[in-house]
């Protein structure tokens, strides 16, 4: 498939993703999609940011529009509320008036209005396990409609211990289902997931989960103890898009964004300890460019889809090797360049040559930049003119070692 009206969709999903600005389709949509189309399971691994909402909510609406039953007929399982949003603004982009809005089911917001989604005829749920393994037990969903099942980042599912709600909803789910498993990792417990809920799975493999993504420029500054706010400063000053920067603990997170904020920067900041109101406006601020730089932890690195991200920084490095790719992944999304650096000092060279032996790749040294003076006060700007200058530019990428496209089908 090499562009969306080659799909064997309706003409009135056509239009809408037409009107919703997709024209080409990335790798992992011009794989998956016709499969799923064709009814098949479907396990698909491929690096983050390489538009896998898509390719299975395209799909699920289709479904939703030529199967005109009562009751939800779809489910998306995600493991955080962040990715739940995110699936759920993606479908409410794509859905027009012809589908009811999803129901969204996830903790920390209001249950009056999820449940009222629900009544007034919902088809599709987005939901994290918690919160809907909680209305299940109390008898305030009904899944005898169901038709499609979607583990959304079932390796990070897994990774948050969320194995046995995910057994105990898909116990109370029809067994004739079609059911698509996405993940950026096929780790031994994600198998063993897939062989338990996916029959026959058409399998769908794209480059290399464990590297960054090509059209990512990844550096690194060895840098003092007593620089690495200087050094972080000047990344940003000379940055003209939006930077997320990323801390390894919670208070650190919260203590860097109010030191940069103190320095005239536009941050923001989203960890475990934010209320999800908080988390909420952080996010939505960052892309509506009233916040320039959002500081965050480990919880942002999945599932938080942010366009133009311009520069990733890891002030911290990470704890996981894997999570360094998931944060890299958050720039050089959908085909465009971005720019990842990460800050270590001379006692971490052996954490990051370990990073490096992990991931099979090799991080480019690069020298300290000069210090360039602080913002007094940063204004909100729109970031649209400054993020397409950022994302037009072409670095020169660092050669990683790794695999190329792979579409690989099961009969």
Same mark, same amino acid.
């Given at each position: ?23 080409? %389709? ?80 996830? @903790? ?55 194995? %046995? ?63 690495? #706010? ?45 209320? #999800? ?51 890299? @992944? ?42 360039? %003076? ?38």
């Amino acid at each position: 498939m090499q562009s969306f009206p080659e799909l064997p969709i309706s003409n009135y999903l056509q239009d809408r993703i037409s009107s919703a600005g997709f024209t080409t %389709p990335t790798p992992v949509q011009a794989a998956a999609i016709p499969l799923a189309l064709a009814g098949k399971d479907v396990l698909a691994t491929a690096q983050t940011g390489t538009g896998k909402t898509l390719a299975f909510l395209i799909p699920i609406i289709e479904t939703l529009l030529r199967e005109k039953t009562r009751g939800v007929a779809a489910l998306v399982l995600g493991p955080t509320r962040e990715l739940a949003l995110q699936v759920a603004d993606q479908y409410e982009a794509l859905r027009g008036r012809q589908l009811p809005a999803a129901a969204v089911a996830v @903790g920390g917001l209001s249950e009056g209005r999820q449940l009222d989604s629900l009544r007034k005829g919902a088809r599709l749920v987005i939901a994290t396990p918690g919160r809907l393994e909680d209305f299940l037990e109390r008898g305030l969903i009904d899944f005898r409609a169901l038709r499609v099942l979607v583990l959304d980042e079932a390796d990070r599912m897994l990774d948050m211990g969320f194995l %046995p709600s995910i057994r105990r909803i898909a116990g109370a789910l029809p067994k004739q289902r079609q059911t698509m498993c996405f993940s950026a990792t096929l780790e031994a417990s994600v198998a063993h997931l897939v062989s338990e809920y996916l029959r026959h799975p058409a399998r769908v493999a794209l480059g290399s989960t464990l590297k960054p993504s090509e059209n990512v420029r990844v550096q690194a500054f060895e840098v003092p103890a007593d620089r690495k #706010q200087e050094i972080l400063r000047s990344l940003l000053a000379q940055e003209t898009g939006r930077c997320l920067v990323f801390a390894r603990t919670k208070r650190g997170a919260e203590r860097l964004m109010w030191s940069l904020t103190r320095d005239g920067f536009n941050a923001a900041v989203i960890h475990g300890d934010r209320s #999800q109101s908080q988390r909420i406006a952080a996010l939505e601020g960052f892309k509506r460019g009233r916040y320039r730089v959002l500081v965050a932890t480990d919880v942002a690195a999945r599932g938080i889809h942010v366009e133009n991200v311009a520069h990733v920084i890891n002030y911290d490095l990470p704890e996981l090797a894997e999570n360094f790719i998931h944060r890299v @992944g958050r720039t050089g999304r959908a085909g465009e360049s971005g720019l990842a650096s990460a800050l270590f000092s001379r006692e971490e060279r052996g954490d990051l040559a370990q990073l490096e032996r992990t991931l099979g790749i090799r991080i480019e040294r690069v020298p300290l930049p000069q210090e360039t %003076p602080c913002p007094h006060r940063e204004r909100p700007r729109n970031l649209e003119a400054s993020a397409s200058r950022s994302t037009s530019r072409q670095p020169s990428l660092v050669t990683l070692p790794g695999e190329y496209l792979q579409a690989q089908m099961a009969d």
